[in-house]
């Protein structure tokens, strides 16, 4: 069995975050999306439920952060290039995300990132496997 992962996040309006993300280019799991949540595809075995907070809420007996002041989780994407990073920031901010952070270049590695528009933080990397530096 390959393993999956599902990362839930709190939203608080399902059409808004529906919308932002689709205009970043992910698709959702009809199978899985209903007033309550929506199953963002982000690859073949990595979705993000984004569940509106009442019902996100069911799911904890925690108070739930707000992510606009606290960081409650920090979800690191790999892309397939420098340009697949940048092209999603600059489509996150087109779409009312935020870009709170400049580039960074290490060489090897190269990373950006967004706020969505609940706050939460999504960081995009590109790893370039030939300019890694040797292990020891």
């Known amino acids: 069995m390959t393993r999956q992962i599902y990362v839930n ?7 808004r975050s529906k919308a932002f993300f689709a205009a970043l280019g992910f698709s959702f799991n009809p199978q899985f999306t209903n007033e309550q949540g929506a199953c963002m595809v982000i690859a073949p075995n990595i979705s993000a439920m984004l569940l509106v907070e009442p019902f996100f809420q069911t799911f904890t007996k925690k ?20 340009a697949e ?10 779409a009312g995300g935020t870009a709170p952070n400049p580039t960074q270049d290490h060489g090897f590695m190269y990373g ?5 528009l609940d706050g939460h933080i999504w960081e995009l990397v590109y790893m370039d496997p030939n300019a890694a530096p040797p292990q020891a």
């Not at 996040?9 to 059409?15: Q, S």
């Not at 950006?112 to 969505?116: A, C, K, L, M, R």
Request: aromatic letters at 2%.
């Open 63 to 82: 108070p739930i952060a707000n992510a606009h002041n606290t960081t409650e989780v920090i979800v690191c994407l790999s892309c397939e290039s420098r």
């Open 9 to 15: 996040l709190p939203i608080k309006n399902m059409d």
């Open 85 to 94: 990073v940048d092209a999603l920031v600059v489509k996150a901010v087109a």
């Open 112 to 116: 950006h990132g967004f706020t969505d």
